[in-house]
């Protein structure tokens, strides 16, 4: 069974040399390495292909002549694979192990499921995001999907199988940035096999030279001092995930589909985020967060209807006063915060 290691990539050149070479060390014997660039302006065009031909391994290194954007050369990479399963790698992400892809072979072919979901680690850190708590196959269905949508938001550690990529793959969710959570709610929410590997598969966020490789935190300064509202993207996340499964139930449905969505993200991403902002020493951003996540305007691309803004209304304002709490209250708060938000995965 070939696995192909998808990574999008795009001005990452150091950083993806770290992360080929996590490929290269795995013991498993049939793995691909699909490399998109998205028109990349650094070294990458030669560093890459150079690194690819000396490394022995098989590989397919597709050269976007334009910049496509994140989702569509994501979705280019897993295009381009030939394997049967494609595990999603970040250009600054490893693969977490030299094992790691044998065991994770083990799993698959045993469930043979539609998609599979794994932990990860920061690279820095050591500190694993627990997307999953238990090692198990299930059948997909909506509520399911409504359950492990959350688990999604970061692509590495994401493996679809090759025939339930090609079944749902769609450009009509490029620009949102999210297209792996319709991917996955889509498969997940269509009755798809799902598989949930309970250990860590990948390391996100790896060092090299300067240090690592940018992030949102980098632009959090900005907001200093500037009124400017933003919903952090969590309206194209509620966006792409309800219409993922709006196709699979009842338009009677569809609104209760919308609150359980929004529900969840405020009541984690969206306090999240305002927690990481001020541990960031960005309370102007934390601020212009909250101003961006007022229910009408988060539900804006979704639900502009009273009732489901007025069913959110608590929960937004509930995250919100968390702004009012010291910090070192909620650093004692946030793992027992998170634990109850995965309870059920």
């Known amino acids: 069974m070939r696995i192909s290691v998808c990574i999008p990539q795009y001005n990452r050149c150091a950083h993806l040399l770290v992360a080929l070479e996590s490929i290269r060390a795995q013991t498993y014997g049939n793995v691909e390495v699909v490399v998109s660039d998205d028109g990349s302006t650094d070294e990458s065009r ?19 002549e334009k910049n496509l954007g994140y989702d569509a050369n994501l979705r280019a990479a897993l295009a381009g694979a030939t394997g049967e399963y494609l595990f999603i790698l970040g250009n600054d992400d490893v693969i977490h192990a030299p094992t790691t892809l044998a065991e994770i072979a083990t799993h698959l072919k045993e469930s043979r499921p539609d998609l599979a979901i794994g932990n990860v680690a920061d690279a820095r850190t050591h500190e694993v995001a627990m997307r999953v708590t238990k090692t198990r196959s299930l059948a997909g269905s909506p509520e399911v999907a409504l359950t492990m949508f959350r688990a999604l938001s970061c692509v590495t550690g994401l493996i679809f199988s090759r025939d339930a990529f090609l079944r749902h793959n769609t450009s009509r969710y490029d620009g949102s940035i999210f297209v792996q959570m319709y991917l996955g709610s889509a498969i997940i929410a269509s009755g798809g096999r799902l598989l949930t590997i309970a250990s860590t598969i990948a390391s996100t966020g790896t060092d090299v030279g300067a240090g690592h490789a940018n992030s949102y935190i980098d632009t959090l300064p900005g907001h200093r001092g500037n009124i400017m509202p933003s919903t952090g993207g969590l309206d194209e996340v509620g966006r792409v995930v309800c219409e993922a499964i709006w196709k699979y139930v009842p338009p009677a449905r569809r609104s209760s589909i919308t609150i359980s969505v929004f529900s969840q993200l405020l009541a984690f991403s969206y306090a999240y985020w305002l927690y990481d902002y001020r541990h960031n020493g960005a309370p102007w951003a934390a601020f212009n967060l909250a101003l961006g996540c007022a229910p009408p305007r988060l539900l804006r691309k979704t639900d502009r209807s009273v009732r489901a803004s007025a069913a959110i209304a608590p929960i937004y304002l509930g995250a919100t006063s968390s702004m009012l709490v010291p910090l070192p209250i909620l650093d004692r708060l946030k793992a027992a915060v998170r634990s109850y938000s995965i309870r059920n995965r």
């Open 46 to 64: 030669t560093a890459i292909p150079e690194y690819l031909a000396r490394s022995g391994m098989n590989y397919q290194y597709i050269q976007q």
